[in-house]
């Protein structure tokens, strides 16, 4: 079992940053690729950007590309995305999940931490 909780989230104005974090416990965590989705009320949860388990991988949403840069820290068990030039459309609750590396499916989630950006 893998247990996630984030932190991070906030409300900002256009064009600002916020630096979102998930902290993680249970299964070895450098085992784990690490993910962020994000959802809006109404609409399915997509992908954010996420990270394979030794950092040196990522991928990223085009939406997010060049705003957005996730990072891990294997030896404080911990996942971040930075979040910079902000923009209304992502507003949404931002979600922390995680994978074995082996396995398609995320399968361990957070509780999510809602981020507002105001226009």
């Known amino acids: 079992q893998v247990q996630l909780e984030e932190s991070g989230g906030g409300l900002v104005q256009a064009g600002g940053s916020l630096r979102l974090s998930c902290a993680a416990s249970?299964?070895?965590?450098?085992?784990?690729?690490m993910a962020w989705f994000r959802q809006v009320p109404g609409k399915e949860r997509e992908f954010v950007a996420a990270i394979s388990w030794s950092g040196g991988d990522t991928d990223y949403a085009d939406s997010v590309k060049g705003r957005f840069t996730i990072s891990r820290d294997n030896a404080k068990n911990m996942v971040n995305l930075q979040m910079n030039s902000l923009k209304a459309e992502d507003t949404a609750v931002y979600y922390c999940?995680?994978?074995?590396?082996?396995?398609?499916?995320?399968?361990?989630w957070g509780q999510g931490t809602q981020v507002t950006v105001s226009s």
């Open positions: 249970g299964r070895t965590f450098s085992m784990l690729t």
């Open positions: 999940a995680a994978r074995g590396r082996f396995v398609t499916t995320y399968l361990y």
